[in-house]
């Protein structure tokens, strides 16, 4: 399955591997509680936010031949729905009945080409090898897309750490198109006067869970070893036109242990309806965009991209006792003008 991806100046991605599959995961959605096991081939996951940490500032100092060219890719997304063995059907997650699932992420690139292709500045990115995914669960459906509450809130039961180094992409920004509302999803613009550039890209393939995976055996009832976690076939492209900016995201892993229960989210539950630098910052990471958002690769005073990404997370090919690909991310590039690295 493809989804589109919306982001901006930096390919923002999320999506997984659609490897042959030698069977299926059993997943029990609420744990302990009865009625939620399912063997199924694909999860799918709601559009979402990221953010680029230090990405736009990255670019200009790769520009300017400066050191300091990597930065971090922070998302959430909540789990909207599933495929079962033997469908290719998708069903829509009850979270009602199941509660509710989310992803956090956090990973590291570094920017590895820029140049200029027509009417298009384009970048290129590559994966580290640093970052992590966890996921949760509550009984609770609170999660507000818009100010980033409760994505870490809940039961922690996933931890994957490191992902997949030189993974390339890249991301293009119209030099001959104005700014435009960063907010275009229809349901009111609640980011009045914030703007941002047009601009879209690709990325390759990533997988996460290549240093470290820990899960909860009441909720992954199939696989303890072997766990990963893959993305491919994602497009980006800004404005966000589907899901609102998120005004908080997640920079820290969770410091409990996986099965353990959260102190509460990270992100408060506030958003004030204006520009990014008008939002508070809410015990989370408050993006710094500048407006418009990604403008002139303008890393100086205006470090952070933010963007929409959409995800879903196909099961991989299982060895022993089994291997999952569930999710994943990605902020890569294909250099133009490449650099070599240290």
Known sequence: MRKSLLSTLVAGTFAVSGAVQADALVIDFNGTLAGGQFSVTALDWAATSFVAVGGNEAVANFATGGTNTTFDVLTMATLTGYTLAGSNTQTGYDAAAFGTITMV?????????????GSQTIAGFETTGAGWVQLFWTGANSVNQLTGNNFDNGILIATLDGV??????????????????LDQTGDGNDYDGQLTVTGSGSTGNLATGTTGVALDGDFFKTLLAGFSIDFENITQTVPQGSVNPMDCFIQAQSGVGVGNATAGSTCDNLHTDGLYSAQAAGGGYLPVVGNPNGAAFDGQTNPDFVAQTDFNSPVAGVPEPATLALLGIGLVGLGFRARRRS
């Open 105 to 117: 992420t956090n990973f590291t690139e570094q920017v590895v080409g820029l140049g200029t292709i």
């Open 164 to 181: 997949a180094a030189g993974v390339v992409g890249n991301f293009g920004v119209s030099t001959n198109v104005a700014p435009v509302d």
